[in-house]
């Protein structure tokens, strides 16, 4: 049995407001379902974010439809589930509409039971588990959830729902691959927390390519991400130049990730690239402005035409930098996109507080980590369930002590007392009285009911068969 295991292609996605990058995403999509259907693959997985934002533009949904149209015609199913970028607090969402059109089908908890020649169902509480089986393979999936979803005092959800199968397709970061990735810190899931009985894990949200084998987890498969089909970040850069104050001239490196997917025959990934972008991150370093930018224009010469570059200046400047003077400079390059951002100062700053010491607490990362988004893709109903889940569980303790220290008192100023002003007494008029008047609450006797725990809940304290 050959599969394709695709991951966060993020289409719709109109990065740094640049057209041409919106078009990006789509053609390193469009390759990757082609490929996927020219090695003859029996099925392929979509492990979350499809699309960037979950309300799509209809020209992200036309795209979308145009493509997965290719494995439609050639009969080839499509098991999909919702990554944090596709899922709605809704019941339904963009990925209904295509497996309405029999484009794709949604793998996970349902509320309606689904069942055609690939999925079937099966009712826990008051919903559906449903899963699809092509052959003998077993292939169940469940979309995003934040860890306090996943993990309930000790009960873990996932190794409740998932007892055995073949491939479990999940859009989580487990903290055994995160490292080095933005959600080192901020991870899903710990690697004892996944569920065991699996020959492959179908895994989306980390954007770097991460392969674990069962000798370096104890698990029975591989733990697999494909990484996502475009350049999302600038830490994801396929090039790399860095001139420094004492380097003669720039040094230029590759690197060694490229984009893709994988394709998957007896559970053993293999990994096809697809084309991108030359996505070049530089950083420059001098101790002026008359020697940043003839650096700048040095560096201008080694980057494509067709590149994106993101130009970190670094140095310190008398008086600073202005990043205008170095936009004007490169406005002739003909690089395709280019922004400055600037870690220059404009005096040395020698710290006399304490060495060491860790400026953000553990709490704090988490949180910062949270609200990274795009103001207009911020995910508020995920952001607003996970804070007030940690203040139902009480204020974290490693809340930084600067946070616990008492607030100075600020020094009281000597106002000179005036003599109090002579009041004006009004007389109540009957309307005025009536308005003062309180309303008497109604007892009724009954005692507020506590919330009802939903029976999927009750289902996984046991309480349910």
């Known amino acids: 049995m050959r599969f394709a295991h695709i991951a966060d292609a993020h289409l719709?996605?109109?990065?740094?407001?640049?057209?041409?990058?919106?078009?990006?995403?789509?053609?390193?999509?469009r390759e990757a379902v082609e490929k996927a259907v020219k090695a003859n693959v029996d099925f392929i997985l979509i492990a979350g974010d499809l699309f960037h934002v979950s309300r799509p533009s209809p020209k992200a949904l036309r795209d979308a439809v145009e493509i997965l149209e290719i494995p439609r015609r050639r009969e080839i199913p499509v098991f999909a589930i919702e990554g944090n970028h596709?899922?709605?607090?809704?019941?339904?969402?963009?990925?209904?509409?295509?497996?309405?059109?029999?484009?794709?089908?949604?793998?996970g908890l349902r509320r309606e039971e689904k069942r055609d020649e690939f999925l079937r169902?099966?009712?826990i509480a008051d919903r559906y588990l449903v899963w699809a089986e092509v052959g003998d393979l077993k292939i169940y999936g469940l979309r995003h959830h934040t860890r306090w979803q996943l993990i309930r005092g000790n009960t873990n959800v996932l190794k409740a729902l998932f007892k055995k199968g073949d491939i479990l397709m999940l859009h989580q970061a487990v903290d055994y691959l995160a490292?080095?990735?933005p959600y080192q810190d901020a991870f899903d899931l710990r690697l004892s927390e996944l569920p065991e009985n699996f020959s492959y894990y179908a895994l989306g949200h980390i954007h770097v390519r991460k392969v674990a084998e069962p000798e370096q987890t104890g698990l029975n498969g591989p733990i697999v991400y494909p990484g996502s089909l475009e350049r999302t970040d600038v830490r994801e850069a396929s090039h790399v130049i860095v001139y420094g104050e004492k380097d003669k001239k720039p040094k230029v490196r590759e690197n060694n990730q490229?984009?893709?997917?994988?394709?998957?025959?007896?559970?053993?990934?293999?990994?096809?690239?697809?084309?991108?972008?030359?996505?070049?991150?530089v950083t420059v370093s001098g101790n002026s402005k008359a020697e940043l930018r003839r650096k700048v224009e040095e560096v201008a010469g080694l980057i494509p035409?067709?590149?994106?570059?993101?130009?970190?200046?670094?140095?310190?400047?008398?008086?600073?930098?202005?990043?205008?003077?170095?936009?004007?400079?490169?406005?002739?390059?003909?690089?395709?996109?280019?922004?400055?951002?600037?870690?220059?100062?404009?005096?040395?700053?020698?710290?006399?507080?304490?060495?060491?010491?860790?400026?953000?607490?553990?709490?704090?990362?988490?949180?910062?980590?949270?609200?990274?988004?795009?103001?207009?893709?911020?995910?508020?109903?995920?952001?607003?369930?996970?804070?007030?889940?940690?203040?139902?569980?009480?204020?974290?303790?490693?809340?930084?002590?600067?946070?616990?220290?008492?607030?100075?008192?600020?020094k009281?100023?000597?106002?000179?007392?005036?003599p109090p002003k002579e009041e004006k007494h009004v007389k109540a008029t009957p309307k005025m009285e009536k308005q003062e008047k309180p309303k008497p609450e109604k007892k009724t006797g009954k005692k507020p009911k506590p919330a009802k725990p939903s029976s999927l809940d009750?289902?996984?304290?046991?309480?349910?068969s």
Do not use: C
């Open 121 to 123: 169902s099966k009712k």
């Open 179 to 181: 490292k080095d990735t």
């Open 305 to 410: 035409k067709d590149a994106v570059a993101i130009i970190y200046l670094e140095g310190t400047v008398k008086g600073g930098v202005s990043l205008a003077e170095f936009n004007d400079l490169l406005k002739d390059s003909g690089i395709a996109y280019y922004a400055f951002r600037s870690r220059v100062t404009g005096e040395a700053v020698i710290s006399k507080e304490r060495v060491g010491e860790e400026i953000l607490t553990e709490w704090e990362r988490e949180l910062f980590f949270h609200m990274r988004s795009e103001p207009k893709e911020f995910p508020l109903d995920e952001f607003m369930d996970w804070l007030l889940e940690k203040y139902r569980l009480g204020v974290p303790a490693e809340m930084s002590a600067r946070a616990r220290k008492p607030a100075e008192e600020p």
């Open 258 to 281: 490229p984009k893709g997917f994988y394709i998957v025959e007896d559970f053993k990934p293999e990994f096809v690239e697809v084309e991108t972008r030359p996505f070049y991150r």
């Open 12 to 29: 719709g996605r109109e990065q740094f407001n640049q057209p041409f990058r919106y078009e990006d995403y789509v053609r390193a999509f």
């Open 412 to 418: 009281k100023e000597v106002v000179e007392k005036k």
């Open 86 to 107: 596709d899922k709605t607090i809704r019941e339904a969402s963009v990925f209904d509409l295509l497996e309405h059109l029999g484009l794709l089908r949604t793998l």
């Open 458 to 464: 009750a289902w996984l304290r046991g309480g349910k």
